[in-house]
C-alpha cells in the first residue's frame, strides 16, 4: 500500500523459475500493464540464494523514467522479433547497463512495468536460480489493451478507473492465446519466435 496507496491487488500472471534460461531485456509494459498504464506492479521473489553465476535477474537503474516501447495494437505478440531489435536499440542508444541482482534467500525486488529488465544465461551448471515471479493490479484498474502510449502521460492516477474491454473478452483472449501455444508447443515440442521470451530451452 505505500506504493500504490490501494489496500486490494489482484494477482496477474505468475512465473516458477527452477534454473535461469536467460530472458530478453524488455519492459513488462509491452507483455502486461494496467490501464491507466504504468501502475503494474511486479515481485521477484528469492527461493534461494541466487549466485552472480546462476544467471540472475538483471534490471538497468532509473529506465523506467525514459522511452517505453509499445506492441503493435491487435498484434497479438506476432512483432515480438521487432520488439527485441527496438528494446537493444535502446540500450545501445542510451548506454544502459545492465545491473545483476544476486538475491539473498528470502530477499524480493519489486519493479516498474516500465523498467528495463531481464536475466542473464546461466554460466554454472551447479547452480540454479529457484525463484518466483508475480504481478499485481491494484484495486481499480483493469488490464492495458496493448496501444502506443505516451509515458509522460502514464502517470499514478488513483482517481482514473477506465474499462476498455470486458473481464470476460479478455479472459477469452488471453486463453486462445495460450491454447496456440500449448498447440504448438505438444505439436511441434517447439515454440514460435514470437511467443518466446526467453534466451534459451531447456
Known amino acids: 500500500t505505500t506504493i500504490t496507496e490501494r489496500q486490494q491487488h489482484t494477482v496477474w500472471q505468475t512465473m516458477f523459475f527452477d534454473k535461469s534460461t536467460g530472458t530478453v531485456a524488455h519492459q513488462d509494459h509491452y507483455y502486461l500493464d494496467t490501464e491507466p498504464a504504468g501502475n503494474l506492479i511486479a515481485c521477484w521473489f528469492a527461493l534461494e540464494t541466487i549466485e552472480i553465476d546462476a544467471g540472475p535477474f538483471f534490471v538497468v537503474p532509473k529506465s523506467h523514467k525514459g522511452p517505453v516501447i509499445s506492441g503493435q495494437l491487435g498484434s497479438k505478440f506476432a512483432d515480438h522479433k521487432e520488439y527485441v531489435a527496438k528494446m537493444q536499440r535502446l540500450i545501445d542508444e542510451k548506454n544502459y547497463r545492465p545491473q545483476p541482482m544476486p538475491l539473498e534467500k528470502g530477499s524480493i525486488l519489486l519493479w516498474h512495468p516500465f523498467l528495463v529488465h531481464?536475466?542473464?544465461?546461466?554460466?554454472?551448471?551447479?547452480?540454479?536460480?529457484?525463484?518466483?515471479?508475480?504481478?499485481?493490479?491494484?484495486?481499480?484498474?483493469s488490464q492495458f489493451g496493448r496501444q502506443t502510449i505516451d509515458a509522460r502521460k502514464a502517470s499514478f492516477n488513483p482517481?482514473?478507473?477506465?474499462?476498455?474491454?470486458?473481464?470476460?473478452?479478455?479472459?477469452?483472449?488471453?486463453?486462445?492465446?495460450?491454447?496456440?501455444?500449448?498447440?504448438a508447443k505438444f505439436r511441434n515440442n517447439d515454440v514460435p519466435s514470437h511467443m518466446e521470451m526467453r534466451g534459451t530451452k531447456y
Open 118 to 141: 531481464g536475466a542473464f544465461q546461466n554460466s554454472n551448471p551447479l547452480h540454479s536460480r529457484k525463484s518466483f515471479t508475480a504481478h499485481y493490479i491494484p484495486e481499480g484498474y
Open 159 to 183: 482517481n482514473i478507473f477506465v474499462w476498455k474491454k470486458s473481464m470476460l473478452e479478455q479472459a477469452k483472449e488471453h486463453l486462445r492465446y495460450f491454447r496456440n501455444w500449448a498447440e
